[in-house]
């Protein structure tokens, strides 16, 4: 752009030589080059540094890689490359087989542990009537084995009960006692197996239950789609093709319907100058002539020259020798042929600020010749 002011500046001193017949001599020669030289420098210092200029500009958009979440055969492929679909739109399948069985087991097992749960009070009922059986033939058992306790006690050598029969009372009472604490750790096992429970549901039934939502989960992933309003763009799947959850090998690319932004790399002595709503101009490669208007839409707080991240490893001195530029992003107007074109094209861009404004004239009117340009030149 500079070339171009340079360029013109040439052309007027021809003109203005040519139509007045200016002699060429040691005056008008030098005079011509000084002044061009203050008039050029002075308005490139006033406009590169209030109305700065980029040629990196470039739309960017985001994209989203679909890696499907289980692994197999697709079956089928559902999508048509570069035709919009709607969000829940079906992009590809995958062979449900192996995961539909697994949904069959796990339903069955989970059957059957709910077949178990009133098998387990069943047995803690039972096993809470034996024990009220044990105590009751315990207690029964102490009071035969007191009575002849005491009986033995108070008729010493006449008592009708011998030493023998009182014994066998003492046996069978310390019997009914080992039964007693049998039939209540019976109990306690069954009780804690029955009353094993994680919010109201039996235990064994909610892991089962768990693992038969997992199993659906899959069985629906088998079936992968749309994450977003988009399109599907450079398809290259194709059934039969093994699918596999490795991020970094995503079975196609999806680009999702919104907002895109125009990126441009600006100078950072131009700073100062620069802040949000600033008006913006942008020409296009792919559309000469034609320039679209917009705001500065945000200055990136942060530049990638300058990052650092934990590592094992010291940071080289050699980064500070990267300079870098600030990533301005600008929100162009609306505009049919802006919405016609590719994702991702690049062109050219000047910000206005309201300082110097009437300078703002001459970088409009270059960006526009420099939009000119692109009837001739594809790359800059």
């Known amino acids: 752009m500079d070339l171009l002011l340079i360029l013109t500046y040439g052309a007027i001193c021809i003109a203005i030589f040519k139509v007045f017949k200016i002699p060429l001599n040691k005056w008008t020669v030098p005079t011509a080059l ?12 006033l406009m590169n540094y209030n109305h700065p200029y980029t040629k990196f500009t470039r739309e960017y958009f985001v994209s989203i890689p679909i890696t499907p979440a289980v692994k197999g055969i697709v079956t089928e492929v559902n999508v048509q490359p570069n035709m919009p679909v709607k969000e829940g739109d079906v992009l590809f399948k995958i062979d449900p087989t192996p995961y539909a069985a697994t949904v069959k087991q796990k339903q069955a097992a989970l059957k059957e542990a709910e077949q178990q749960v009133p098998q ?8 809470h009537a034996k ?3 044990a105590q009751a033939d315990s207690t029964r058992t102490e009071s035969a084995y007191r009575r002849y306790e005491e009986g033995r006690k108070k008729g010493g050598q006449n008592s009708p009960f011998t030493e023998l029969e009182l014994d066998n009372r003492r046996q069978l009472y310390l019997a009914s006692l080992a039964q007693r604490d049998a039939a209540k750790a019976d109990e306690l096992r069954s009780r804690l197996a ?3 429970n994680i919010d109201g549901v039996n235990t064994k039934v909610a892991g089962l239950q768990a693992e038969l939502a997992k199993a659906q989960f899959e069985l629906e992933q088998t079936i992968v789609r749309a994450p977003a309003d988009g399109v599907v763009t450079q398809l290259a799947l194709r059934k039969g093709v093994m699918a596999v959850p490795i991020p970094l090998r995503p079975a196609l690319t999806f680009i999702p319907d919104e907002e895109r932004y125009f990126a441009g790399a600006f100078w950072q002595n131009s700073l100062m100058r620069l802040k949000e709503g600033d008006e913006a101009e942008v020409i296009i490669d792919a559309v000469p002539g034609v320039v679209f208007k917009g705001k500065v839409a945000k200055i990136l707080p942060a530049m990638a020259e300058g990052e650092v991240q934990f590592s094992g490893s010291l940071q080289s001195s050699s980064r500070l020798f990267q300079r870098g530029r600030v990533v301005v992003l600008i929100d162009l107007d609306k505009n049919a042929t802006l919405d016609s074109l590719p994702a991702g094209v690049a062109g050219q861009a000047a910000i206005y600020t309201e300082h110097f404004s009437h300078v703002a004239v001459m970088r409009k009117v270059l960006l526009r010749m420099q939009g000119w340009l692109n009837y001739l030149f594809g790359d800059h």
């Open 131 to 133: 024990l009220e059986q």
């Open 34 to 45: 000084l002044g061009g030289i203050v008039l050029i420098g002075s308005l490139l210092l």
């Open 120 to 127: 387990l009070q069943a047995a803690f009922e039972s096993a």
């Open 194 to 196: 029955f009353e094993s």
